[in-house]
């Protein structure tokens, strides 16, 4: 099943499990059977190669929010390699619009707080991407925490349908509005200028406008508009 068909519950249900694979892997590193938790047959850090193979990504930060570990598919998410994120600050995958936020999250990871949340990163060549983030605190014997483990998923293809069905949803209300005001005999001007301001609006674009084609067809009246200055 592709990402923008699964819903959120299924996104979630599915970081759930990879979230129990990575504990359940990380106990079998120092309970397992082998020298530091190997199973025979398997070699040294299997449990490693295990993660690296996830379609998920798996991200670590310490209490600084640099990168300690990421697997594979989170380098792949970012644009990255996973050499390149490797001592690289989280932040230098936000936007700085979402600096403050960002922070406030690995402040509430560093309390022990964990959290599930949709947000949007920035990959390595500034394109958006948004994700699906399950995080929660790694602390150390004294129960002190250490670090931060994020379970990762791509959701901008979902993020894309969403808008675009939003922007179609807020088209078809407008295009209702403007129906039922042009019925009401409304003064032929007013509905114009009524027309390309709500246009612009809704494609959200900076100038729109209705032009009339004078006789001779060489030449076009401005008859009404939006961004143009007053008086054209």
């Not at 059977?33 to 193979?53: H, K, N, Q, S, T």
């Not at 998920?56 to 594979?72: P, Q, S």
């Not at 994120?85 to 560093?110: C, Q, T």
């Not at 922007?167 to 200028?193: E, I």
Request: glycine letters at 10%; hydrophobic letters at 35%; charged letters at 35%.
């Amino acid at each position: 099943m592709r990402d923008r068909e699964k819903t959120k519950d299924q996104l979630v249900s599915e970081l759930a499990a990879l979230r129990q694979k990575v504990s359940e892997l990380e106990a079998s590193e120092t309970t397992g059977p082998g020298v530091d938790g190997d199973i025979p047959g398997l070699g040294e850090g299997w449990y490693r190669r295990v993660i690296d193979a996830s379609y998920e990504g798996v991200w670590v930060i310490d209490t600084e929010g640099k990168t300690e570990y990421a697997n594979r598919r989170m380098a792949e998410m970012l644009g990255c390699t996973t050499e390149e994120m490797i001592g690289r600050s989280a932040f230098d995958f936000v936007y700085e619009a979402d600096l403050a936020d960002g922070e406030r999250k690995l402040e509430r990871g560093k309390r022990g707080i964990g959290e599930l949340a949709e947000f949007r990163q920035r990959r390595k060549d500034g394109s958006e991407l948004w994700v699906l983030s399950s995080t929660s605190p790694i602390q150390d014997e004294s129960g002190e925490t250490i670090g931060v483990l994020a379970m990762v998923t791509d959701i901008t293809e979902r993020k894309r349908a969403e808008k675009e069905i939003e922007t179609r949803t807020r088209q078809q209300a407008v295009a209702a509005r403007f129906g039922y005001r042009a019925l009401s005999g409304m003064d032929l001007q007013a509905l114009m200028n009524e027309a390309v301001t709500l246009v612009a609006e809704t494609l959200e674009v900076e100038y729109g406008k209705v032009v009339e084609l004078l006789p001779g067809g060489d030449e076009l009246l401005l008859r009404a508009g939006v961004g143009y200055e007053e008086g054209l």
